[in-house]
């Protein structure tokens, strides 16, 4: 079987990589007996895979809290299912600049969620945008120095403008 998008290939692949190197909870209960099967976040439903990275309702919740982040930074409203955030499967017609930011964004939200691995913790929307804000500044730095980063002019400037504008909101 093909793979329709050959984005979603690589994104399969890396997966593949995330799902080797983060053991869940009902792996390591196969491995180790004694090990409890249950979800490090919500103590309630049996930790697999699937679930560890999109049905346990606290890391869907976030993943919501993403797609609302997207839409204010690009005005595109993403499907909020696995295959779009997970696999990053985007629409053929995503402009490239926009395709960009969105990949890093999601990118950044699974590093983030990987990072507080066996913990009950989630990142926080403040610390998704201090993440992106860092990635943004080194990718507009190597691409200044060599045309080399992933984040273009353009596409930093989206980002740039979503934090104008979320700092003169009133909270």
């Known amino acids: 079987m093909g793979f329709p998008n050959i984005k979603a290939y690589y994104h399969s692949a890396i997966l593949t990589n995330v799902i080797r190197w983060?053991?869940?909870?009902s792996w390591l209960h196969t491995i180790f007996p004694t090990s409890p099967d249950l979800c490090w976040r919500c103590h309630t439903t049996k930790g697999t895979m699937l679930h560890m990275w999109w049905t346990c309702e606290r890391v869907n919740s976030l993943w919501k809290v993403t797609a609302t982040?997207?839409?204010?930074?690009?005005?595109?409203?993403?499907?909020?299912?696995p295959k779009t955030i997970l696999l990053r499967s985007l629409p053929d017609?995503?402009?490239?600049?926009?395709?960009?930011?969105?990949?890093?964004?999601l990118s950044t939200v699974s590093i983030l969620i990987a990072r507080k691995w066996k913990t009950t913790e989630?990142?926080?929307?403040?610390?998704?945008?201090?993440?992106?804000?860092?990635?943004?500044?080194?990718?507009?730095?190597m691409w200044n120095q060599a045309k080399i980063g992933k984040i273009s002019p353009?596409?930093?400037?989206?980002?740039?403008n979503y934090l104008k504008q979320a700092n003169t909101e009133p909270t």
Not at 22 to 25: D, F
Not at 124 to 138: A, C, H, L, W
């Open 22 to 25: 983060y053991m869940v909870p």
């Open 93 to 105: 017609n995503t402009p490239k600049p926009i395709q960009k930011i969105i990949y890093l964004m």
């Open 122 to 141: 989630l990142p926080s929307p403040r610390e998704i945008e201090n993440v992106m804000t860092s990635t943004e500044e080194y990718e507009l730095l």
């Open 69 to 81: 982040l997207i839409k204010k930074v690009t005005d595109l409203q993403i499907t909020h299912d």
């Open 154 to 160: 353009h596409t930093a400037t989206m980002w740039r």
